[in-house]
């Protein structure tokens, strides 16, 4: 599989390498808040994963694929054990990467995502955001009150829009929808990984009301993340570190931190 240059954003200029990958539909600006909070004592990439944000787009996206793609940009940024922080989609690319090349990973932390497949579908949102009349909106205001219908949750759209830029004749997606489409299927699951295992130490972060980590799925972390530790954060969703970024951010340290004493 040849992997992709991925665009990305970066914090601080000294202290240990953390690499944070997105979730699906989201792009490296998401998180530029937590960046600057870690940016003190850290060294943070965050990155766009293909198809998403300013990263090319390309018609397929596996799990494999994107786990090449982080690989190629650890090897041509001269990084080494690396913090590697995933949300959702980005910490299914962040658990396959650490079990595949153990070696780049000093830490791993994965948000509100289990190495399971889902049966969660985004299919609906894609096609709710394909549907809209482009050539009739000229502001994300406007994207938010069409999507309204499809996807009641304001917040929910509010993140959705944050993918529309100004292009040459409007408002585009800056976004493969398309790929993540076709792609769906593998997406909601977990490639195969026979018996690896990463023996580094593992954070796996939920929100307390959020059903993405289940306590069914603790045997099949256990048995690929022997050393894995759970933390649920109490009035968060799906996407923690948005829901209580301050005491996400806490616990990301406190866990960075107690590696090192």
């Known amino acids: 599989m040849s992997s992709i240059p991925l665009a990305f954003r970066d914090y601080g200029k000294q202290g240990r390498p953390i690499i944070i990958l997105h979730g699906l539909f989201g792009n ?4 530029h808040t937590i960046a600057l909070r870690l940016a003190s004592e ?16 390309t018609p397929t996206m596996s799990f494999p694929e994107m786990a090449d793609d982080l690989a190629a940009f650890i ?16 910490g299914k690319t962040a658990m396959l990467f650490a079990l595949r090349d153990a070696k780049l990973v000093e830490q791993l932390v994965v948000i509100d995502i289990a190495p399971v497949r889902y049966r969660h579908d985004y299919r609906d949102y ?8 482009m050539q009739r909106i ?5 994207a938010d009150a069409a999507l309204a219908a499809a996807i009641p949750e304001a917040a929910l759209r509010r993140f959705l829009v944050q993918n529309l830029a100004t292009g040459p004749k409007g408002l585009v997606w800056k976004i493969n929808l398309d790929a993540i489409r076709r792609s769906m299927a593998e997406l909601l699951d977990f490639p195969y990984v026979a018996d690896w295992e990463f023996e580094g130490r593992t954070l796996f972060v939920s ?3 959020s059903d993405y ?14 050393q894995a530790e759970f933390t649920v954060i109490k009035e968060a969703g799906h996407r923690v570190h948005v829901d209580q970024p301050e005491r996400f951010v806490e616990r990301l340290i406190e866990f960075l931190e107690s590696a090192q004493a």
Do not use: K
């Not at 060294?43 to 300013?54: A, I, M, P, S």
């Not at 894609?126 to 009349?133: F, H, I, S, Y």
């Not at 000229?138 to 406007?142: A, C, F, I, V």
């Open 28 to 31: 490296a600006r998401n998180w």
């Open 126 to 133: 894609v096609d709710a955001m394909q549907g809209l009349d």
């Open 75 to 90: 090897t041509d940024h001269h990084l080494t054990e690396a913090v590697v922080v995933g949300h959702s989609l980005g």
């Open 213 to 226: 980590i289940q306590p069914q799925h603790q045997g099949r972390i256990f048995a690929m993340f022997p």
């Open 138 to 142: 000229g502001r994300r205001s406007e």
């Open 42 to 57: 850290y060294r943070v990439y965050t990155l766009d994963l293909r198809n998403h944000g300013e990263s090319p787009w």
């Open 207 to 209: 929100g307390d009301q």
